[in-house]
C-alpha cells in the first residue's frame, strides 16, 4: 500500500475511537453519526488487511495491529499539528502547549514553565485552564502537549499517559495582618472558631489538612471551599479567613495576597504533577521543564 492509498480521514476516526474507548463516544467527540464512523473504521480495517479492535464488554479494545496503527497514529497527528503551528505562525518560535489544574498555585505554575520562555528553548507558551478530566482528554488527543496537576492521571490503556512527581512541599497556614495578630500566637492552639478558606473536598490537599485539624482536636469555622486555588487565595487576602499555602512560596504569598504565615502544619504536603502522553517524538521542552522543576521545587 503506497502513502496515497491511506485515507487519513479513516485514520482520525480509528484514532478518535482508540482514544475514547468506543465508537459512541467518538462520534460525540467529532460530532459525526456512531454508524458513519464504524463504516469509515471498517473500510480502513479493509485496506489495512487486519481488525484493528476486538469487542470487549461495552468498549472496544485495541488488537496487535491496532496497537501498532495507534502508535503511527499519534506520531502523524502529532506531526500534522506541528506542520500546521510551523507554517502559519509568524514568529519563529516552537509552540508549547500546556494545560494548568484548577488547583495548582498560580506562582507553582510559574516556577515550573518560565524556563520554556529563556534560552536556549524560548518557545512560544500557550496555557490553558481547566477542569482535570478535561485537559487529559485534550492532552490524549495531542492538543496539549503537557499537563500540570496536583494529582497523576488515572491508569488507563487507552490514554498511554504518563505522570512525573515534579514537586512536594510543605504546607503552612497564611492569614492577613488582623488574623495573623488574632490567631498567631500560641499556634495551633488558637484556631478553635477561626474562619478557614479551604481547598473543594475532591482536592488531595483536603483530606491531609482535614486530618491534621482532627489530630491536633481544632474545629476552625470553615467560611469557604474553592477548587480555584488563586480563588481561594484572594479571598484570603480579603480577609475572610486562612488558608492553607506552600511552605516556600511564603516570600510571593506576602507580596501578591499580603498573608503572612501562621505556623506549619506538620505532615501536610502539596504535590505537583507533569502529565504527558507517550510519544516517540517528543516535546523538546517537557525534559528541560521536568529537569529544572527537580531543582526549583525537590
Same mark, same amino acid.
Do not use: C
Given at each position: 500500500m503506497s502513502p496515497d492509498e491511506l485515507n487519513f480521514r479513516h485514520l482520525l476516526y480509528f484514532w478518535a475511537v482508540a482514544k475514547e474507548g468506543s465508537i459512541t463516544r467518538a462520534a460525540e467527540r467529532l460530532n459525526l453519526s456512531a454508524q458513519a464512523?464504524?463504516?469509515?473504521?471498517?473500510?480502513?480495517?479493509?485496506?489495512?488487511?487486519?481488525?484493528?479492535?476486538?469487542?470487549?464488554?461495552?468498549?472496544?479494545?485495541?488488537?496487535e495491529a491496532g496497537r501498532t496503527a495507534l502508535d503511527y497514529a499519534d506520531q502523524i497527528f502529532l506531526l500534522g499539528d506541528r506542520l500546521r503551528h510551523a507554517v502559519t505562525d509568524r514568529s519563529s518560535r516552537q509552540r508549547l502547549a500546556v494545560g494548568l489544574g484548577d488547583a495548582l498555585p498560580k506562582l507553582v505554575a510559574f516556577r515550573l514553565l518560565h524556563p520554556a520562555l529563556d534560552a536556549p528553548l524560548s518557545m512560544r507558551l500557550e496555557c490553558t485552564e481547566g477542569g482535570f478530566e478535561h485537559l487529559l482528554a485534550e492532552l490524549a488527543m495531542n492538543r496539549l502537549d503537557m499537563v500540570l496537576a496536583d494529582r497523576p492521571a488515572p491508569t488507563d490503556a487507552h490514554l498511554k499517559l504518563q505522570s512525573h512527581l515534579i514537586g512536594k512541599a510543605g504546607v503552612d497556614l497564611y492569614g492577613d495582618v488582623e488574623l495573623h495578630r488574632r490567631h498567631a500566637p500560641d499556634f495551633p492552639h488558637r484556631l478553635d472558631g477561626a474562619p478557614l478558606l479551604l481547598p473543594a473536598r475532591s482536592h488531595p490537599l483536603r483530606a491531609d489538612v482535614d486530618a491534621w $485539624?482532627?489530630?491536633?482536636?481544632?474545629?476552625?469555622?470553615?467560611?469557604?471551599?474553592?477548587?480555584?486555588? +488563586? &480563588?481561594?487565595?484572594?479571598?484570603?487576602?480579603?480577609?475572610?479567613? $486562612?488558608?492553607?499555602?506552600?511552605?516556600?512560596?511564603?516570600?510571593?504569598?506576602?507580596?501578591?495576597?499580603? +498573608? &503572612?504565615?501562621?505556623?506549619?502544619?506538620?505532615g501536610v504536603h502539596e504535590r505537583w504533577h507533569a502529565i504527558v502522553t507517550r510519544r516517540k517524538i517528543p516535546h523538546p521542552a517537557v525534559g528541560a521543564i521536568l529537569a529544572a522543576a527537580a531543582k526549583k521545587l525537590g
Open positions: 464512523i464504524s463504516t469509515q473504521l471498517g473500510m480502513l480495517e479493509r485496506q489495512l488487511g487486519q481488525a484493528l479492535f476486538a469487542p470487549q464488554g461495552r468498549s472496544l479494545a485495541l488488537t $485539624l482532627q489530630q491536633h482536636e481544632l474545629r476552625p469555622e470553615i467560611v469557604g471551599e474553592f477548587s480555584d486555588s +488563586a &480563588l481561594l487565595k484572594t479571598f484570603g487576602r480579603g480577609g475572610y479567613g $486562612l488558608f492553607p499555602a506552600p511552605t516556600e512560596l511564603r516570600d510571593e504569598i506576602a507580596v501578591q495576597f499580603g +498573608a &503572612l504565615p501562621l505556623g506549619t502544619l506538620e
